[in-house]
C-alpha cells in the first residue's frame, strides 16, 4: 500500500462545475500538505500548501486538511477549461532535514467548454 | 529567467547502452532530486542531494547512480538501460529549509528504452 493515494480518474466536468479531488495518507506524521498542478508535457508546479490542518483559500481554489481522518481535498469553484490538468498530492515531515515530498499518483481532470 | 534545466528533453536508448541526464538550476538551491513519472504510479523518487558532493537514495534507486559535483547541478545516469527504465524523468530543486514544499521542476525528460 502506497503512503499517499489518490484516485486517478479521469475526472471530466462541464465548465463551472464544482471539483473536489482528494487523497487519502496513512503516515500521521506527515505535516505539510501540498496540492500541485501540472499540464501537458510539463513539469509539476506548486498551487498551494497548507500546514496541519485546517482550510485555506485561494482565490477559486480551497484546500481541506483533515489530519483526524487522514485525508486531504481540494476545492476548484466555477472551473475553466484552463483548469484542465493533474493535480497531485504530495506531503512531507515537520522535521524532514531533505526536503523530499511524498507524491499521491495524481488526478487528470478534464473541464469541457 | 531559466529555473531548472534539464537536457536532453527526449531520448531513446537500446537495452544495454548507458546515458546520462543532466539537471541545473540557477536558483542556488541546497536541495536536488531526480523523480521518475509513470502512468498510474504518479511521481517516484529516485535519488536526491542536500548539497555539493552528497547524494542519498531514494524509493527507487535500483538502475541508476547521481553525482552532484558543483551545487547547481545533478546528473542521473543508467549504466545499461532496462526496458522498465522506460519514463518520463523530472529534476527538481528546492532551498534549504524552505517549510513550503516548493519544489521547483523541471520539464521533464522523456527515455524510451526498446
Known amino acids: 500500500q502506497k503512503e499517499v493515494e489518490q484516485d486517478p480518474g479521469p475526472l471530466s466536468v462541464p465548465e463551472g462545475a464544482i471539483v473536489s479531488l482528494n487523497c487519502t495518507y496513512s503516515n500521521s506524521a506527515f505535516q505539510y500538505f501540498m496540492w500541485y498542478r501540472q499540464y501537458s508535457r510539463k513539469g509539476p508546479e506548486l498551487l498551494m500548501y497548507?500546514?496541519?490542518?485546517g482550510n485555506k483559500e485561494d482565490g477559486r481554489f480551497t484546500a481541506q486538511v483533515d489530519k483526524s481522518s487522514k485525508y486531504i481535498s481540494l476545492f476548484i469553484r466555477d472551473s475553466q477549461p484552463s483548469d484542465s490538468a493533474t493535480y497531485l498530492c504530495?506531503?512531507?515531515?515537520?522535521?524532514?532535514?531533505?526536503?523530499?515530498?511524498?507524491f499521491g499518483q495524481g488526478t487528470t481532470l478534464q473541464v469541457k467548454p | 529567467n531559466a529555473g531548472v534545466t534539464q537536457t536532453p528533453k527526449f531520448r531513446v536508448l537500446k537495452t544495454g547502452q548507458s546515458m546520462t541526464l543532466l539537471c541545473a538550476q540557477d536558483m542556488n538551491h541546497e536541495y536536488m532530486y531526480w523523480y521518475r513519472q509513470d502512468p498510474g504510479l504518479g511521481l517516484r523518487l529516485i535519488h536526491y542531494?542536500?548539497?555539493?558532493?552528497?547524494?542519498a537514495k531514494g524509493e527507487v534507486p535500483d538502475g541508476y547512480n547521481v553525482s552532484r559535483l558543483k551545487k547547481q547541478n545533478f546528473l542521473l545516469g543508467l549504466e545499461s538501460a532496462a526496458p522498465s527504465q522506460t519514463s518520463v524523468y523530472f529534476c527538481?530543486?528546492?532551498?534549504?529549509?524552505?517549510?513550503?514544499?516548493?519544489?521547483?521542476f523541471g520539464e521533464g525528460s522523456r527515455l524510451t528504452v526498446l
Open positions: 497548507t500546514y496541519s490542518s
Open positions: 542531494s542536500v548539497g555539493e558532493g552528497t547524494t
Open positions: 527538481a530543486s528546492t532551498k534549504r529549509g524552505e517549510g513550503t514544499g516548493e519544489l521547483f
Open positions: 504530495a506531503m512531507s515531515f515537520l522535521s524532514s532535514n531533505t526536503g523530499k515530498l511524498i
